[in-house]
C-alpha cells in the first residue's frame, strides 16, 4: 500500500492531465489538416496518419485561398477587453478604497450593504440583461460598436474588481493611511501616494481576472453586435455555422486561447506567492 | 468634516452610479417590460397587466427548461468539487513537476468556453471525432453523443466539468495551503490514518471554503448558455435547453419582448430564493458538522 500510493497518485495526475490537454492536442492536429484529411475520419499523427499541411494557418494571416480574417476580430477583443478593464479598474480601485477606509450610511445601508450590492451583481444571468441592453443601446445609437460593447463590459467586470479590491484594501495595515494623514496627505493623496504604490499585487490580480472574464464572454458581443464589430468569440463560433472547415476554425480557436494560456502562467506565479485566494 | 464627506462621495460615486445606470435602471426597465404587450409585430410600452406572467405559468417548455437546469448544474457542480478536492490534495504536498501541473490543471478555466465548446462538438462528432474512435477502440458500438438526448446532456455536463473542475481546485487548493498544520500533525501522533485524519479533521477545516466555492459556481451554472447553444443548440428537440437559452431564443429570436421580460424576472427570482435556500441548508450541514 504504501509503495502502491505515489503511483496511484501520478496516475490520476497523469490521467486529468491527458484529459486536459486532450481538446488542444486535438485542435492542433486538425488546423494541420486539409478537407481530405478531416473527413477521412479522426487520425491524430502528421505525416504518418496523413499529409500535414499549413494552409489553415497561412489562411489566417491573410495569404491563401479561402482564408478568413481572424486579425481584425482580434484587435477589436483586445480593444474592448482592456478599455473596459481599465475603466472598470479605476472605478472599482477608487469605490474599493472608499468602502475599505471610510464608513458610509445611507438610512439602513451600511458599508457591507453597498460591497454586497457590488459584487452580487455577478449573480444576473446575462439574458435578464439582454433585452433592455439591446433596447437601450439601439436608443443611443451604439449597437454594433466597440464603444456599446465597452459600457456593458464595464457593468460585468467592475463587481470583480470591487470584489478583488476590497479584500485587498482590507489587508492593507490602516496605520499606513494615518501616517500619511499625519503627515498632511489629504486623502486622495494618501490612497494616491501611499496605498496605490503598495496595491501592485492586488491590481494585477483584479487586472487579470477583468481581461479574462472580458476576454470570453461570447453572449453580449453575441447579442449586441452584427456586422460592423466584430470580437474574437463570435467570429470563431460563426465559423462553426456553415459548412465546418474545421482546420481554420481549430487554428483560429488556439490563436483566442493563447493569451490566456499565457495569462495561466501568470496566475500559477501569484497563486504561489499566496495573493489569490482571499485572506490567509 | 464638510471636507472628508466630498472625499468619501468622490471615492464611490463614480463606481456606484456607473454600475446603477448599466445594472439597476435596466432592470426595473425590465420588470417594466414584462407588463407589457412587446413584441416584433407591435412594439412599445403599452400596458397588458399580467398576461405575460399567466401564459409563463402554463409554459411547459419553460419549467422543463428550469428542472434541467437544476439537474445539468447540480450533477455539474458536485462532480467539479468531487475532483477539484481530489485533485487539490493530490498536489497539496510536494510533488515532482509542482508547478507545471498547477498550470495545466488552471488551463480550462482561463479559456474561453464557446471557443472551447467549439473544439467539443469536433471532438464528440459520430463519425469524424475522436471520442467514437475511442470508444470503438475499446470494443464498443458509436455512441450518438449529440443526437441523443442523454448523452447531449452527459457531453454538456463533461465539458462544463472540464472548464469548471480547475476553479474548484483553485479555490480548494489555495484553502488547504492556509490550513495551520497543528490540527494534522496532533491527529497522526493520535494514531488516525490518513482517511480518519482526512474526515475528522481536514474535511471540516475546509468546509467555509468548500460552501464558498459550491455556491459561486453554482451561480455561474445556473447561467449555462453559451456552450449550450454552440454544442447542442439546445436539441436533440429541446433536450438540453436551459432557461437562459430558452428566454434567448423568445426573446432575441422571436422579439417577443414583454414575455421574455416576464420569464427573465422569474428565472432571476426563482435562481436567487432557491440560491439562497442552498446557500443556507450547505451552511447548515457542513460547518454545523464541525461544531
Known sequence: ??????????????????????????????????????????????????EPSLAAWQGLFGSGGGSIDIASPFVSS??????????????????????????????????????????????????????????????????????????????????????????????????????????????????????????????????????????????????LTFTQTQLLPVAIVSLNSSVTPWWSLSASALISVAPLIVIAFLVERYLDKGSIGGRK | MYGLTRYKLFFLLPGLLVLLAIILFPLIFTIRVSFSGWDAVRPGLDWIGGVNYGRLLADGRFWQSLSRLGLMAVSAVAIEYVLGFGLALLVWRQIRFRRLVR?????????????????????????????????????????????????????????????WTP??????????????????????????????????????????????????????????????????????????ETSSYYIFIRGLRDFQIGYAAALSITYLVIMIVLLTIIAKLLTKTLIKAEA
Open chain 1, 1 to 50: 500500500m504504501e509503495r502502491l500510493y505515489p503511483l496511484l497518485k501520478a496516475a490520476a495526475i497523469l490521467l486529468w492531465s491527458a484529459f486536459v490537454v486532450a481538446p488542444f492536442l486535438w485542435a492542433l492536429t486538425t488546423s494541420f489538416k486539409t478537407a481530405n484529411g478531416v473527413t477521412a475520419g479522426p487520425t491524430y499523427i502528421p505525416f504518418v496518419d496523413y
Open chain 1, 78 to 223: 483586445t480593444v474592448v477587453t482592456l478599455s473596459a478593464s481599465l475603466v472598470s479598474l479605476v472605478l472599482g480601485t477608487l469605490a474599493a478604497y472608499g468602502l475599505s477606509r471610510f464608513s458610509y450610511k445611507a438610512g439602513p445601508v451600511g458599508n457591507n450593504d453597498l460591497t454586497f450590492f457590488f459584487v452580487s451583481q455577478r449573480i444576473m444571468p446575462p439574458v435578464v440583461l439582454a433585452i433592455p441592453f439591446f433596447l437601450m443601446l439601439g436608443w443611443l445609437g451604439l449597437l454594433d460598436t466597440i464603444a456599446g460593447l465597452v459600457i456593458v463590459y464595464v457593468a460585468l467586470l467592475l463587481p470583480i474588481s470591487v470584489w478583488v479590491m476590497v479584500d485587498f484594501f482590507n489587508s492593507i495595515p490602516r496605520e499606513l493611511d494615518e501616517t500619511a494623514m499625519i503627515d498632511g496627505c489629504t486623502p486622495f493623496e494618501t490612497f494616491w501616494r501611499v496605498i496605490l504604490p503598495n496595491s501592485v499585487p492586488g491590481l494585477v490580480v483584479a487586472g487579470i481576472f477583468c481581461i479574462i472574464f472580458g476576454w470570453n464572454d461570447f453572449f453580449f458581443a453575441f447579442t
Open chain 2, 103 to 163: 498550470v495545466l490543471f488552471l488551463i480550462p478555466m482561463m479559456t474561453t468556453p464557446v471557443v472551447m465548446a467549439v473544439i467539443w462538438r469536433t471532438v464528440f462528432h459520430e463519425s469524424l471525432g475522436p471520442a467514437n474512435d475511442l470508444v470503438t477502440l475499446f470494443g464498443f458500438a458509436p455512441i450518438p453523443w449529440l443526437t441523443n438526448a442523454q448523452w447531449a446532456t452527459f457531453v454538456v455536463i463533461l465539458v462544463d466539468v472540464w472548464q
Open chain 2, 167 to 240: 476553479f474548484m481546485f483553485l479555490l480548494l487548493l489555495a484553502g488547504l495551503l492556509s490550513l495551520p498544520r497543528e490540527p494534522l500533525l496532533a491527529a497522526a501522533i493520535d494514531g488516525a490514518g490518513p482517511i480518519r485524519a482526512f474526515w475528522n479533521v481536514t474535511f471540516p477545516a475546509m468546509a467555509p471554503i468548500s460552501v464558498g466555492a459550491i455556491i459561486i459556481r453554482l451561480i455561474e451554472a445556473s447561467k449555462i448558455m453559451e456552450t449550450v447553444y454552440v454544442i447542442t443548440s439546445g436539441g436533440p428537440g429541446t433536450s438540453t
